[in-house]
């Protein structure tokens, strides 16, 4: 069955079930199919012929979800943007992906109005297999973000797997939507979700960012399905209520996208103890994860925890420098083999042919992942590169780099991590700019920096401190020693 009739048919099945609440805001699943299919026939119509990507902005709002249906719907892949990327960036977007068109809330209800005279659109537009289905902006190491291409047989290979493994009840479950959909984390609970006749219970940026009302969402919620990064999970635990109490129905942790703590799922095990806890791992380049395992009580008693088995019919090695897998057990680069992998990078044949290749015949990506596999059991340990996470949010630290040196007056910029139990905390940028600031001008010159960087960068990119020196030190061969800077960084810090 197409994906688009998977999601479909539960606006027959359960028209009155809330397929999506936000903000005390509710649509049904009738609303969700009828509105979609309205947008659809009017995008059919405003674009004929045409199959270009179409940008969705916005937020947590009920039309994300019209929009996102309504594109593929219509043909058209769809680039999520959420309003959290300041417009440079945004408009950069928009330019890579050649979007035929920007679709925002008050577009789509004007297009797609609830309660309109439903047009259905015409099957045969909508994508296929090996159409890309969405594309998702990742941070890029040179400033430049890159799109991801994600097909819709990779989607429908995620989603499968998921259905499977997860045991999901038919119209029967609340997810937690944390992750804004610009991320591909989003695609975890929204398609869960979709194609079980599940309500997407969506929390913004507003509530997170006020635990009074994040609290009052989640205790009025009914969610059996967690979905989010570890680090949210942690910050709620703080909350002594963020328990059964308070969230009776949870009955599943499901986490991807950055190291879950041991202590975060000993926490979950305490408050939560008949709900299970899930780690997967994967990148938004092989369809949001492509490992999982249940964490026990048991195995959480190892720290690292493992991020799990490789999803049934795609591979999960590690290669050596000699591009060839390392014996059992041993260190290498994490690969990824199988129907989930995307095709590359959106109008980046650069970017894809140097992390895209063919394993056996099929679509392989290398992740830039450290990693080790015991038994058939994937631990994660650590990137090879300047790719980091910082609460959940992929950072290329290249990217943050090139868009501060791009700011007049700055020299040279290197940015580092500031770790805590090999967690990283937040970012530190070492500056030496034209004229290096006295010291009692620092204060003035960091917030000139960062008033110019918001302007480019979303504010997790920002860096929360800055050093500033008269010259970055270099190594023998030129390069700035970011060695050197770590150390002085971890003196710093003593
Ligand atoms: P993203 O594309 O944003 O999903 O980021 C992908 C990267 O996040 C991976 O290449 C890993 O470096 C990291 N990652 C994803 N899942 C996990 C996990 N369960 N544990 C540790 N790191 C993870």
Redesign the pocket.
Known sequence: MHLLDQIDEWGRKAPDRPAHISSGRSMSWSELVNRSDLLASKLAALLPGNRAPIAVVGHKEPEMLVGFLGCVKSGHPYVPIDVSIPPERRERIITIAAAALVLDAAKITELAPAGATVVRPDPALRVGDADPYYIIF?SGSTGEPKGVVITLACLQSFVDWTLDEQKIAEAGEVFLNQAPFS???SVMDLYASLTTGGTLFSITRDEIGNLRKLFAALAVSGITFWVSTPSFAQMCLVEKRFSTGMMPAMRTFW??????PADVAAGLFDRFPLAQVW???????ATVATTSVLIDPVLARQSPLP?GYAKPGTAVVCLGEDEKCVPKGERGEIVIAGPNVSPGYLARPDLTANAFFKLDGVNAYR???WGRIKNGLVF?EG?MDA?I?LHGY?IELGDVEANLRAIRGVYDAVILADMKNQIATSLVAFVALAEKPAGDQEFNAALALKEELAKKLPSYMIPRTFVFLESLPMTPNGKADRRKLAEFLQRERA
């Open positions: 990742t991320f591909d984390l986490f991807c996208g950055e190291t879950l780690n997967t791992y994967g990148p938004t380049e991020v992740t830039g992942d994660f990137r790719q996470k992929r």
